[in-house]
């Protein structure tokens, strides 16, 4: 039964995940100054380029992890991402007990979204993907 749902489980997985950074990257973009500000009040070297570049990468990267196009690169900058992420903007260790609690939820979550990532990445995206239906280059002997 299992392996019959591989690979609608693989692009239900992709969707869901793609869905909490796509409209993370087009919220950087519509709110850029905002952001900016918040970044820099995080103590992320350069807001900036730091956004830019998060807006860059949670789009594209979404939207590949999305069709299933060179996933287990987009799913490898993605984990990277979110795990660097987490350690500037979920510094409950950082906190009194009283207001570390969601912020360490957080930051488990975000490890979390991660290890899934990860998967993506060890493995692919299954067959309903981008990447499946590409030809494969030809063998160099």
Do not use: C
């Not at 100054?33 to 070297?45: D, I």
């Not at 899934?116 to 309903?128: E, K, N, P, S, T």
């Amino acid at each position: 039964m299992w392996t019959s749902l591989q690979n609608p489980l693989a692009l239900l997985g992709r969707i869901l995940l793609a869905l909490l950074f796509i409209p993370a990257g087009v919220g950087k973009l519509t709110g850029f100054a905002g952001t900016v500000a918040y970044t820099a009040s995080a103590g992320v070297p350069v807001p900036q380029v730091a956004v830019a570049l998060a807006l860059l990468v949670e789009i594209v990267g979404g939207l590949a992890l999305l069709l299933g196009w060179q996933t287990r690169w987009a799913a490898l900058a993605l984990a990277l991402f979110t795990l660097v992420a987490s350690f500037f903007f979920h510094k409950f260790w950082a906190l009194p007990a009283e207001q570390a609690g969601m912020q360490q939820l957080l930051f488990y979550k975000n490890i979390a979204v991660a290890g899934g990532l990860f998967a993506f990445a060890a493995f692919g995206a299954g067959a309903m993907s981008v990447d499946a239906r590409r030809p494969l280059a030809p063998v160099v002997r």
